[in-house]
């Protein structure tokens, strides 16, 4: 059984901060590169953060500074702690193993206010 479940979104004021959680199957988590992707009613799906097994991260510049994407090996979870938040980072969250053809449903983060 394949599972990607993202938690941890909400409703947040500009300047606040959120954590998402993405509880991922121990199969595709070891052996891939996890990434945080957002898309926004009307734009692209674009890559947020990613990171390796062994703790490398990248980050997309308008992010870059605000979050931090991090993981959980044994608990075969990533996190991506949302600090600063702004207007532009509302969008339906999800967590992707590199390569892979796997999905969760999303989280949504809406910043208003």
């Known amino acids: 059984q394949v599972q990607l479940v993202e938690s941890g979104g909400g409703l947040v004021q500009p300047g606040g901060s959120l954590r998402l959680s993405c509880a991922a199957s121990?199969?595709?988590?070891?052996?891939?590169?996890m990434g945080w992707y957002r898309q926004a009613p009307g734009k692209q799906r674009e890559l947020v953060a990613e990171?390796?097994?062994?703790?490398?991260?990248n980050y997309t510049d308008s992010v870059k500074g605000r979050f931090t994407i991090s993981r959980d090996n044994a608990k075969n979870t990533v996190y991506l702690q949302m600090n600063s938040l702004k207007p532009e980072d509302t969008a339906v969250y999800y967590c992707?193993?590199?390569?892979?053809?796997?999905w969760g449903q999303g989280t949504q983060v809406t910043v208003s206010s």
């Open positions: 990171i390796t097994s062994g703790g490398s991260t």
């Open positions: 121990g199969s595709m988590f070891s052996m891939n590169v």
């Open positions: 992707h193993p590199k390569l892979s053809r796997y």
